[in-house]
């Protein structure tokens, strides 16, 4: 019987050990977490068409989140809020394309500059022609 017990005992242990040693593997499975992030001025593209300025960001991965804020004007500078985090873990690795339209039906048709401000950060300006 003390055979059978010490095979069982040294199983235990055998498993916390690998247990313990493929956490030290992995180490991000403890780190794995939302982060901001900015992408790269290529990344995004902006048009305008007439009242509506659309706004496309692509990222590398699946691993984002996009929160599509307000957009408001400070004199004849239109200022657009998006938030973007990353997940740090594992992701499926595919480009995905985020879309959002900013419509302003109450601006006077003229020209206006359209700035994209990411995470509090003015990313991107571009000028836009706002019509009838």
Do not use: D
């Not at 235990?12 to 247990?19: G, T």
């Not at 001025?41 to 300025?53: A, E, H, S």
């Not at 692509?58 to 408001?72: C, D, E, R, T």
């Amino acid at each position: 019987m003390k055979s059978g017990k010490a095979l069982i005992l040294t199983a235990a242990f055998i498993m916390i050990l690998v247990f313990e040693s493929n956490i030290a593997l992995k180490p991000w499975i403890m780190k794995e977490k939302w982060i901001p992030h900015i992408p790269k001025n290529m990344q995004i593209l902006i048009k305008n068409y007439g009242k509506t300025v659309n706004v496309k960001i692509i990222l590398p991965h699946g691993g984002f989140k996009v929160h599509w804020g307000n957009a408001y004007r400070v004199n004849g500078v239109i200022y657009a809020n998006v938030r973007i985090v990353m997940w740090t873990g594992i992701t499926i690795p595919v480009v995905t394309t985020y879309s959002y339209n900013y419509t302003f039906h109450e601006l006077e048709p003229g020209r206006y500059e359209f700035t994209l401000v990411i995470n509090g950060e003015p990313i991107k300006t571009v000028e836009i022609l706002i019509g009838k």
